[in-house]
């Protein structure tokens, strides 16, 4: 029989037993089958293969986006091995992702996920999974209504991400722990908790734990909630479609590699060309290719799109600013949501949010700062699981740290930089290109960046880190 291991609630899930049959992908495609057996299907960067296992354990080696994996629901206990990031499909049990700084990502089932030295992302989605980081500083996401989770080896460096249970503070935390024999068991709410293997409550720190923020100290100072669109009109309204050194006609970022024309909505040769729409309390700016009749008004621009900015209505030193969006996952395309100096220098500039819309799950977060006489830039990735439809993007600004939050859960944080201490207006926009890369359709369909509200909020009396 194959080894297993219990869950949090005493379940023995068990690994894939032993091959019995081994395949390779090297001078196969487009489709490699395995057998009745316990096989080992192993891809190959070069070649594209979709892989078959049969009604045994079955292993599969993915070494490229090129290997697919398919297993029906009646085939065994299935693995995926790799050194990718990668999210499991249907139908299997077990994944280990043995590469530094990527993601392990569960589904609906209860999974055995499994890291490898370095640094990785483990997510066990729903079910009642076994999370085993392995060597290096990890990190752990524990989101609510996703089952009772069991981590094997939470280590001095590891970190969890704990969301939707109301824990602003790791008092807070420590009151709902229980020691369990030799084990720590975290009440969650409800019938879900969570279960640190071999720890003891005095092993677990406040550091390891990123929680959900505390808005008891926060004053709103900022609001739309997008049931019209406030456009400046030169002397009063909420956002310009324009950056304040733009042209008449528009602007981009060329700098950036960008290759879309923010329409600007006050100029009369591309009034024709709307970005912006509302329905039922969303704003949706889109990115689309560019009509031929407006390119010449447009610098011959093959892609047009908009931005929206605060500069003449809204600025602001610390506070929270955050955005609730549906971010398109499409190649090519850049959205974004960020802070620029209210005099005009550049930089300072804080980045709450940007994303590689054919990378979806992960969030680049960055801070860009003069501070040492050159451009220096303190930015991470993170990455995140469930990015489909709405979520919301923050960034606490405060005089000594920047944190950042994704749907009300820290998951970064840096120093703030000593250029970084004066007033900042807010920018929202979908690029086209740059970092993002070409669409790979020309954008045939267009993108669209749906954005439910953005808000802001000023440091109270009473704020305490």
């Known amino acids: 029989m194959a080894a297993s291991i219990l869950n949090a609630n005493g379940v023995p899930l068990f690994y894939s037993g032993s091959p019995q049959r081994w395949f390779s992908a090297t001078n196969s495609g487009p489709s490699l089958y395995g057998t009745t057996l316990n096989d080992a299907l192993y891809g190959d960067a070069a ?14 080696y993915l070494y490229s986006s090129k290997n697919k994996a398919v297993e029906f629901g009646d085939g065994g206990v299935d693995t995926i091995s790799t050194w990718m990031s990668y999210e499991l499909p249907r139908n299997f049990e077990n994944l280990t992702v043995t590469g530094d700084k990527r993601y392990a990502f569960g589904n609906d089932q209860d999974n055995i996920i499994t890291g490898g030295s370095g640094r990785q992302t483990l997510d066990g989605g729903y079910g009642d999974d076994v999370l085993i980081g392995g060597a290096g500083g990890d990190v752990f996401v ?25 824990f602003t503070s790791f008092d807070a935390v420590k009151a709902k722990m229980v020691q369990s024999g030799a084990d720590v068991r975290l009440n969650l709410s409800g019938d879900e908790f969570l279960v640190f293997a071999n720890k003891t409550i005095a092993e677990l720190s406040a550091g390891q734990f990123k929680l959900e923020i505390d808005r ?31 042209a008449p006609n528009g602007s981009t970022l060329s700098s950036n590699n960008e290759r879309q024309w923010y329409i600007d909505t ?9 970005p912006f729409s509302i329905d039922d309390g969303v704003l949706t700016i889109t990115a689309a290719r560019a009509p031929g009749a407006i390119r010449p008004y447009i610098n011959n621009y093959e892609y047009t799109s908009g931005l929206l900015t605060t500069y003449e209505s809204f600025t602001q030193t610390y506070g929270y600013f955050e955005i609730r969006a549906d971010m398109p996952e499409r190649q090519g395309v850049w959205p974004a949501f960020w802070l620029l100096p ?17 990378n979806p799950n992960e969030l680049i977060l960055t801070a860009h700062s003069n501070a040492s006489g050159s451009h220096t830039t303190a930015a991470t990735s993170v990455h995140v699981s469930d990015t489909e439809g709405f979520h919301s993007y923050g960034l606490l600004w405060t005089p000594d740290e920047l944190i950042w939050f994704y749907d009300d859960v820290e998951v970064a944080r840096a120093p703030t930089p000593d250029d970084m201490h004066e007033p900042m207006y807010m920018i929202a926009n979908l690029a086209v290109g740059g970092l993002a890369g070409t669409p790979t359709d020309g954008l045939a369909t267009p993108a669209e960046m749906k954005i439910d509200y953005i808000r802001a909020y000023a440091l109270g009396d009473d704020f305490i880190l």
Not at 218 to 232: G, K, M, T, V
């Open 216 to 246: 008891s100290a926060l004053r709103p100072s900022f609001a739309d909630e997008f049931d019209r669109l406030d456009l400046w009109n030169g002397t009063s309204g909420t956002w310009d479609s324009n950056f304040w050194w733009g």
């Open 342 to 358: 209210a005099d005009g220098s550049w930089p300072p500039e804080l980045d709450v949010i940007e994303m590689r819309g054919q």
């Open 142 to 166: 524990v989101s609510k209504g996703k089952g009772s989770d069991l981590i094997v080896d939470f280590q001095a460096a590891d970190v969890i991400r704990i969301g939707g249970y109301g």
């Open 47 to 60: 070649v594209s293969v979709t892989m078959y296992g049969g009604k045994g354990d079955d292993t599969y």
């Open 266 to 274: 006050d100029y009369g040769p591309t009034k024709s060309v709307t």
